[in-house]
Structure formats: structure tokens, C-alpha cells
């Protein structure tokens, strides 16, 4: 039977507080600052599986061990990397990208991770943009609730994107989710991140991952019908469904 919320940072030691509510991850998880052993740190309580958390942090490990900058999972006091819906991550410094330049170097990061993961197994309970073609559900998505007009121009989308390698994305390469210093670029809150064709990544400010027109509209249009179905019918959805063309 899982803690009640946050009583499951008791598993972390004695010294370990909240400190304050952070912003993201509404209506699907609870992110506070934390402080572990003196040091402050993130916690992401939320309703993932076990199997799913294990994939998550499992492919955090993965990138910091290539020297990546993300956040790392701290363990329990018993050697786990979460406990309960409750995972512990290291706090991330660092501001948003603000120039073509920054968006670049996200660019460079993003293909970093693409690289360094092919061939990755899908994340539990997910599916892929193409696997969509012939699922109905994945963890947040629900083409059933969809009107069917909607569900065909998504999948026409997809369809462009067949044939495709496939890596672990990010999901969200949002302003939001990147944590720029002079040397380095991190990528933070990883809870959308699957299984995908890299395309769903690389739509960024400025075209600063150098696609082809051809490229690009293929990536946008993919990325947009991912962005309207794995959130279905928020008002935000509702804006990206209208992006994607009439079949």
C-alpha cells in the first residue's frame, strides 16, 4: 500500500524538509524544492508506476553517466531511486534560453540525447507518435476522446513520421524545462519523455535545429498533433489541433 503523499520523504533520512512549491507539472504532479542533507534538492510526487519511474530514472542515470547535465535521482536510505509515486532529484541552476545562440546549443543538446539513446526500450504503458497510427490509448493519450475528424488529421501527421529511427525524446523542450549556463545546457522535468521519432524535439525558436522546409513542416505538424492529443481538451489542445492541416 503506497504513503500518503509526501510522508514517503520520511525514506530519504531524517534531515530532509519541503521548502516550497514549484511551478510545473500541474494537475499531474506535485513538485516541491526539498532540502536533503543539507542540500537543496527537487521532489516530484505524482501517480507514475513503479515500472514507469523506473524507466524515467533510469534513463537519467544513462545521460548523466554520458555527462549530460539532467537531474540525477538521489536514492533512499535503502538504495532506492523512488519510493511511493515520490522521486528526489538534484536541484539544476541555471536560466532559459534567450537567443538564436541559446537555442542552438538546446538544439546541440537535444541531438546529444537523441544520439546516446537509440534503440532505447519504450517507456511503460506508452507509445510513440506512429504507434498511434494503430493504438488508441497511451498513458495520457485518448484519441477516443478526440472528435474523429481531429483523430484523422493527427494520424496523417503521424504517417509523414513512418520509417523513422527511433530515441528517447525529452517530450517538452519548453523554455521552461531548460537550464542554461555559460558552459553547459540542461534539460529538466523529463516526465513527458518516451520513446519517439527525434523530429518531435527539434521544433524550436528560430528553426535553430537547421531543418530543411521539408523537415520542418513534417516535424511541426507531428509535433502539434502529438501536443493536442496527450493533453485533450484543454483550451492549449484545443490551439495546437488547429495547427494541424485538414487531411
Known sequence: MRSVGWDALERWGDEVTRIEALTGGVGVNEVWSVRVNGHVAVGRLGRRSDADLAWETELLQHLDREGLTVPVPIPTTDGRLFADGLVVMTYVEGGPPET??????????????????????????????????????????????????????????????????????????????????????????????????????????????????????????ASAAWAAAVCWDDAYSVKRLAEVRAV
Open 100 to 221: 538564436e545562440s541559446d537555442w542552438g546549443r538546446v538544439a546541440d543538446t537535444l541531438r546529444q540525447v537523441h544520439r546516446l539513446t537509440q534503440g532505447w526500450p519504450q517507456r511503460p504503458g506508452w507509445r510513440s507518435s506512429t504507434d498511434l497510427l494503430h493504438a488508441d490509448t497511451g498513458t495520457k493519450v485518448d484519441l477516443g476522446a478526440m472528435p474523429p475528424e481531429g483523430v484523422a488529421r493527427c494520424r496523417a501527421a503521424w504517417a509523414r513520421l513512418i520509417g523513422r529511427q527511433t530515441c528517447a525524446v525529452h517530450g517538452d523542450p519548453n523554455p521552461g524545462n531548460i537550464r542554461m549556463t555559460t558552459d553547459r545546457v540542461a534539460l529538466i522535468d523529463w516526465d513527458e519523455s518516451h520513446v519517439d521519432v527525434p523530429d518531435l524535439d527539434l521544433v524550436l525558436p528560430y528553426n535553430a535545429a537547421g531543418l530543411d522546409d521539408g523537415a520542418y513542416d513534417i516535424a511541426a505538424q
